[in-house]
């Protein structure tokens, strides 16, 4: 039995077919394996930022200056101050790290929510607010409208 042109064209045409489903089903594959790897990635990237602030806690010091800022700022030295600003200040920059990797979908809902919670329980502290009322606008628009809102419901 021949075949004609036409029935190889037809088969080619399938196989061809075949292929680029194979091939979407590889490629989506891929895709997932990467965003995969992007968020644990992201998490290891915030766990190094927040344990860069624990180094703080080594200095006796550091140490009594964050348990005096417990009572208020004003208590403190100005180097003191600046001390506990730095230290905030590491905090609230890893926490927006946190907040715009949710935003943008490359951190899990419960990495998110253990994460936030030890981060407003920075922003609960003296100190926290503090840094917050003077220092807000360094950070990004819609983190700060989301910090925002736990001042003003805590007021």
């Not at 061809?16 to 091939?23: N, T």
């Not at 998490?43 to 860069?52: E, G």
């Not at 230290?87 to 926490?95: E, H, P, R, S």
């Not at 100190?127 to 220092?135: I, K, Q, S, T, V």
């Given at each position: 039995m021949k075949?004609?042109?036409?029935e190889f064209a037809l088969a080619a045409e399938i196989l061809?077919?075949?292929?680029?489903?194979?091939?979407l089903?590889?490629?989506?594959?891929?895709?997932?394996?990467?965003?995969?790897a992007v968020l644990v990635a992201n998490?290891?990237?915030?766990?190094?930022?927040?344990?860069?602030t624990t180094d703080w806690f080594k200095d006796p010091d550091f140490t009594a200056a964050h348990i005096l800022s417990m009572e208020g700022i004003d208590k403190l030295s100005p180097i003191q101050r600046t001390q506990?600003?730095?230290?905030?200040?590491?905090?609230?920059?890893?926490?927006?790290f946190a907040f715009l990797t949710h935003e943008n979908g490359m951190m899990k809902d419960n990495i998110w929510q253990g994460w936030n919670a030890h981060y407003i329980s920075v922003l609960n502290q003296p100190?926290?607010?503090?840094?917050?009322?003077?220092?807000r606008e360094s950070f990004s628009p819609s983190f700060?409208?989301?910090?925002d809102s736990f001042l003003a419901v805590a007021e």
């Open positions: 075949r004609s042109l036409k061809g077919a075949v292929a680029v489903v194979i091939s089903i590889y490629v989506g594959f891929s895709v997932n394996q990467n965003t995969s998490h290891q990237a915030l766990v190094a930022m927040d344990l860069t506990v600003g730095t230290y905030v200040a590491g905090k609230l920059n890893a926490w927006e100190a926290g607010e503090w840094f917050w009322r003077n220092e700060v409208l989301y910090v």
